[in-house]
């Protein structure tokens, strides 16, 4: 599933239905059958119940989401998936408020996911440093 590419939401959607075929795909993808610690690369790993790991060395919990994009946050990575095919796949780019509605998240939640992306993905800032204001009677 890593290098296939995706025509459609409905095609993204279908490879992945749920959040577990979400986080196997991401596991595959980050680790490829030997999870590493991100807190400590040589530490020993534990497997731990719902999707967990524990770094020996460290302590420390962690998962697939870990020091990546997805870190924190209580976002479906289904979503997540889909917001990242929707920014990176059309030439236009889209706004929070349509990402919001696209994948039923708040606007607030659909602008973090934004920034996050666009910074991940090494995409710029749509502003050129062209700012256009309008003037609007004031009516009292």
């Not at 400590?40 to 697939?64: A, I, L, M, P």
């Not at 289904?78 to 929707?86: E, G, H, N, T």
């Not at 998240?105 to 256009?132: H, P």
Request: aromatic share 10%.
């Amino acid at each position: 599933m890593i290098n296939q590419e995706f025509k459609s939401i409905l095609d993204l959607i279908n490879a992945f239905p749920d959040e577990e075929t979400c986080i196997r795909h991401l596991e595959e993808l980050r680790w490829d059958g030997n999870i590493i610690s991100p807190f400590d690369s040589t530490s020993k790993v534990y497997n731990c119940s719902n999707n967990k790991y524990r770094c020996k060395n460290t302590s420390k919990y962690f998962n697939v989401k870990t020091a990546t994009l997805f870190n924190k946050t209580k976002v479906k990575l289904q979503k997540w998936f889909i917001a990242i095919w929707l920014v990176t796949s059309h030439k236009k780019t889209i706004s929070s408020i349509q990402l919001s509605r696209d994948i039923h998240v708040t606007q607030k939640t659909a602008w973090l996911m934004l920034q996050r992306i666009r910074s991940c993905f090494g995409m710029e800032n749509d502003l050129d440093n062209t700012v256009e204001a309008y003037k609007t009677p004031i009516v009292e």
